[in-house]
């Protein structure tokens, strides 16, 4: 087969694409920390609360009289 000829220059084609493509950004690592660490300070102060708070009284006892 006869290959077809071209006035476009192979090496520049290959630039302007490379040019032309977007570049790839590096991943931010600060809001993966920030959320990680909003979550265990969110889960530490619930357990803390957990922790401090009164106990739940479920049923209520009525106090008896001791008959005389």
């Known amino acids: 087969m006869a290959s077809l000829s071209t006035a476009l220059d192979a090496d520049a084609m290959d ?3 490379a040019l032309l493509e977007r570049r790839k950004r590096p991943e931010r690592m600060w809001p993966v920390l ?3 660490g909003l ?5 530490l102060t619930f357990a803390t609360a957990m922790i401090l708070a009164p106990p739940l009284v479920s049923e209520h006892v009525a106090p008896q009289h001791e008959a005389e």
């Open 15 to 17: 630039r302007a694409k």
């Open 34 to 36: 920030a959320a990680a």
């Open 39 to 43: 979550l265990a300070l969110s889960a």
